[in-house]
């Protein structure tokens, strides 16, 4: 069974090198981009409110028309980022780099299950930065943050926090190749993370990686180093002035060092026709495959969805979408000549919604479909949602609220039987006030709480439920965009 683990994603990853191959052979240099706000992706949408941002948000738009003076998104109806409410400003290139202190006291470090409050305190500290740079056809796009979470009292081990979003986009007279890869080693799962007080991670810079492409978390499993990595090359091909073809392909890992849940990895692609019926509105068609294999488990799962998608922006000020159809999953146990294989029809949604009115935005975005069981059960049938209110308190400062909710109940297929199912809700605020022009302060609240049908353990402990309540006090230096 390794060995043919091994074959398949050798395979797999000789496809991804090849589109990689195609895309870096763009030429190009790049010149300087005055920085944008990216807006958080609905994969990414979980994360706690910001303290800072990439200067924006500092003018009222038109209810009416479009911004003349912001360029448009053009990012594609059916390919794998999440529509954008503008794309980059191709004027300047910048880099801007930040440096986050904070104390956290901890309800619940250990997520241990059960109701019984344990409190200890964190020290963390992160640095960071995001680039623009733009050539001639290529716009690439960058976040890093690094750090670490101390526990004072010693009594819970050091958390590593390395995460890394990076898009390079080469455009051509009628093609456009984007490469995308959004990397994460972190002490918890990154779903509702808030182990730095309220910063979020990696800072401005997105990728914009829609659902159900990166490998989802949405399960609390106790502290523990992980590393999520996903990789995706998208072509779109113009067909006529409103229609285009989209194809992508690519690759997502989940891997756990301190804990014995279950590794998964993800080979997908994905084909799709847009049609824009006017400057605001698109609709599309599109086909979704993904193969989900489990490291040491003995089954796998084939993926298939069929969608039809409407889109529609204003930019500046509005983004929507939505996409909805059939999927067909098919489980095969063990991986082998004589398998035993089920094959389940099932109904799947993605929807995301960006509103932003002066200096407030407004996010919400939900998913619904088969996931691979966020490393706890051999896939899931998974429905995702969370949202975020903000306001833009100076040029790098913002305040807000946010919260998510996902339900995960285990699949019964073949020899494998998994009723068990998970509920999964956290909420969190945050309030900046600033200290002249790059210092800020920051306090933040977070809750996440966790029940299932079926007790779970956690360390030594096992129930039904676990509460965690984190209250974060920051000090923060963001620089603001330095021209190059």
Not at 4 to 9: A, E, F, L, R
Not at 123 to 141: H, K, N
């Amino acid at each position: 069974m390794m060995r043919m683990w091994h074959d398949n994603w050798r395979a797999a990853g000789l496809t991804m090198l090849a589109l990689g191959i195609l895309g870096l052979s763009a030429p190009g240099t790049r010149a300087q981009q005055q920085p944008r706000d990216q807006q958080p992706s609905s994969g990414q949408s979980g994360a706690p409110i910001p303290a800072y941002h990439a200067p924006l948000l500092s003018g009222d738009n038109s209810e009416a028309e479009d911004n003349a003076q912001e360029p448009p998104d053009t990012r594609q109806l059916a390919g794998v980022q999440t529509l954008g409410l503008r794309g980059l400003d191709r004027s300047r290139s910048y880099w801007q780099p930040r440096i986050d202190l904070s104390a956290t006291g901890d309800s619940n470090a250990g997520q241990s299950t059960g109701s019984t409050s344990n409190w200890a305190t964190w020290t963390s500290f992160a640095g960071g930065m995001d680039v623009q740079q733009i050539s001639g056809g290529s716009e690439l796009t960058l976040g890093y943050t690094g750090g670490f979470t101390y526990s004072t009292d010693g009594s819970h081990p050091t958390g590593i926090v390395q995460q890394l979003n990076f898009s390079d986009k080469f455009v051509f007279r009628r093609a456009t190749v984007t490469l995308l890869d959004q990397f994460g080693y972190l002490p918890e799962q990154n779903f509702g993370f808030g182990g730095l007080g309220g910063v979020a991670l990696p800072g401005g810079m997105t990728t914009g990686l829609g659902s159900g492409v990166s490998p989802g978390q949405t399960i609390l499993a106790g502290r523990g180093q992980n590393i999520t990595n996903t990789y995706v090359t998208e072509l779109d091909l113009s067909v006529t002035p409103r229609s285009s073809l989209t194809f992508a392909g690519g690759y997502s890992t989940l891997y756990y060092f301190d804990s014995n849940l279950v590794d998964t990895m993800n080979v997908m692609g994905r084909v799709g026709y847009n049609y824009e019926l006017s400057r605001r509105n698109t609709l599309a068609v599109l086909y979704n495959v993904q193969a989900i294999r489990y490291k040491g488990f003995p089954q796998s799962v084939d993926d298939h969805r069929a969608q039809v998608a409407y889109g529609r922006r204003v930019t500046g000020r509005l983004a929507f979408q939505i996409a909805g159809g059939p999927e067909v999953a098919m489980f095969h146990t063990p991986i082998s000549s004589t398998a035993t294989s089920t094959t389940n029809v099932y109904w799947s949604l993605n929807t995301a919604l960006q509103y932003e009115l002066r200096r407030n935005h407004f996010a919400v975005d939900y998913s619904h479909g088969v996931s691979g069981g966020a490393g706890v059960l051999a896939g899931a049938i998974n429905d995702t949602a969370s949202g975020s209110v903000t306001h833009l308190m100076s040029r790098t400062f913002s305040s807000g609220i946010t919260g998510g909710y996902a339900r995960n109940n285990g699949l019964t297929t073949g020899k494998i039987t998994s009723n068990q199912n998970y509920n999964y809700w956290f909420t969190g605020a945050t309030l900046s006030h600033p200290v002249g022009r790059t210092l800020g302060l920051t306090l933040s609240y977070q809750m996440q709480y966790q029940d299932s049908n079926a007790p779970f353990c956690i360390g030594p402990t096992c129930s039904t439920s676990m509460i965690r309540h984190t209250i974060s006090f920051g000090l923060g230096w963001h620089e603001r965009p330095l021209l190059f």
